[in-house]
């Protein structure tokens, strides 16, 4: 009797580990799926795409000793390495030295350009101004790797070193290797008649502020007519030193427009803490006169507070919000 009783206890035993051998295959087999599911989704960027390609081919020979060139002027301002090389450049225009002048584009460039939103950005016109340098390159970085900032449908033109004759100096000077202040050889409307005149009454020959024998006489200047010109911007972001102030020339209120780029003048000041905004007066030659008075397009002058390179991590992160604010907003 107890031997049957053992051979029946025995039996279902083992009849109940069978299922629980079933259930632990099964729940490999759907650990398994739930795990390939999660390896592979199709819909999810992997965290490389999440970085915009900023290397799509090599630059020339004497693009590439340019990147050189500058690293070692950032290793000089202990700003670390440039990463100029990290970028493929355009480039057409050299300056009087050679060098030459480059700008990386982000977003889809295309014929339809002119139904995108286009944001100009530029730093070095005046190569003695070298926080806005760095800059630059840290908004190249910053787009690099948060791509969601440029938008679909925008365009971002980085133009991070407009004047290299300046900036490539043992003590960097406002004027290009020519002598001539980039910022007053705009070609606007009056400068035939008032550019000289005004650097002899106004400034008293001041050569930091020489205007150049003829209006867009300089490679540099042409450099930014032509980038104007071709991508037809929405706005212009022009960074300076040491100013401490936010400028704007463009169109009125009542012109189209208007309202809404002064309302975007005020939402940048607002998002760097209230950043001083102030009327400034444009110049005969000016960018801000020859874009923003002449053509209406609105141009935002953004005056860093000094130039002390120590400082320029502080000032991107002051303004950081600001630009990228300013890039996704199309003025309608």
């Known amino acids: 009797m107890l031997i049957k009783i053992f051979i029946l206890i025995l039996t279902v035993s083992c009849a109940a580990i069978r299922p629980l051998n079933n259930e632990t295959t099964q729940s490999k087999d759907m650990k398994e799926i739930i795990t390939k599911e999660v390896k ?40 670390g390495k ?26 889809e460039e295309n014929e339809n350009t002119e139904k995108k939103n286009v944001t100009f950005i ?62 007053r050889n705009f070609p606007t409307t009056d400068w035939n008649e008032k550019a000289i005149s005004l650097w002899k009454s106004r400034y008293s020959s001041d050569k930091r502020r020489y205007p150049g024998k003829s209006a867009q006489s300089e490679q540099e200047t042409i450099f930014q007519v032509n980038i104007i010109k071709r ?12 100013l401490t102030l936010l400028d704007y020339d463009g169109p009125h209120i009542g012109q189209e427009n208007g309202k809404a780029a002064k309302q975007l003048l005020i939402t940048m000041s607002n998002k760097a803490k209230k950043y001083k905004v102030s009327n400034y007066p444009f110049f005969t030659g000016s960018l801000g006169n020859w874009a923003g008075n002449e053509r209406n397009i609105p141009t935002y002058t953004l005056e860093l507070p000094n130039s002390d390179w120590h400082k320029t991590d502080k000032y991107y992160s002051l303004f950081r919000e600001a630009i990228f604010h300013a890039i996704g907003n199309d003025l309608k």
């Open 40 to 79: 592979e989704p199709q819909s999810l960027p992997s965290p490389q795409n999440l970085i915009y390609k900023t290397k799509t081919f090599e630059n020339s020979q004497k693009v590439q000793r340019y990147c050189d060139r500058l690293d070692k002027y950032f290793k000089r301002y202990e700003w």
């Open 122 to 183: 530029e730093c070095g016109v005046h190569g003695d101004e070298i926080t806005p340098i760095k800059f630059c390159y840290d908004l190249l970085e910053d787009l690099k790797q948060n791509p969601q900032k440029i938008g679909k449908n925008n365009l971002v033109i980085v133009a991070p070193l407009v004047t290299p004759d300046s900036f490539f100096r043992e003590k960097p000077t406002r004027t290009n290797a020519r002598g001539v202040d980039i910022n």
């Open 231 to 242: 991508y037809a911007p929405n706005k212009v972001i022009s960074i300076h030193a040491p």
């Open 82 to 107: 440039s990463t100029c090389n990290d970028y493929s450049w355009n480039h057409v225009r050299s300056s009087f030295y050679g060098n030459p002048i480059v700008w990386f584009v982000f977003g």
